[in-house]
């Protein structure tokens, strides 16, 4: 079994910062960050392998960063230049032993 808690969501103007942290019960290979607005899917942000490889999705390249602490067991995302469309509900993902595991996901919201 895996725990993963989150914190760092809240209430942002378009072009400020935030940054998210999650924190696992134990070590994990990936582990990473989906969002999901209001009626629409949930979707990959970015994803990081203990070994440092990242994978982002394309609307947030250049904007934001997944980074992790291995000796916390913790991942963060840095997010800059947030857009309205950036507002949604995230969470961090880890898979271990093939199961996926799920914090209780954080609000994001980006005002005008």
């Known amino acids: 079994q895996v725990q993963l808690v989150e914190s760092g969501g809240g209430l942002v103007q378009a072009g400020g910062s935030l940054r998210l942290s999650c924190v696992a019960s134990?070590?994990?290979?990936?582990m990473g960050w989906y969002r999901q607005a209001p009626g629409k899917q949930r979707e990959l942000v970015a994803v990081?392998?203990?070994?440092?490889?990242?994978i982002y999705a394309d609307s947030v390249k250049g904007r934001f960063t997944i980074s992790r602490d291995n000796a916390k067991n913790t991942v963060y995302l840095q997010m800059n230049s947030l857009k309205l469309e950036d507002t949604a509900v995230y969470y961090c993902?880890?898979?271990?032993?093939?199961?996926?595991?799920w914090g209780q996901g954080t609000q994001v919201t980006v005002s005008s």
């Open positions: 134990r070590s994990i290979n990936a």
């Open positions: 990081i392998t203990s070994g440092g490889g990242t």
């Open positions: 993902n880890a898979v271990r032993l093939l199961k996926d595991y």
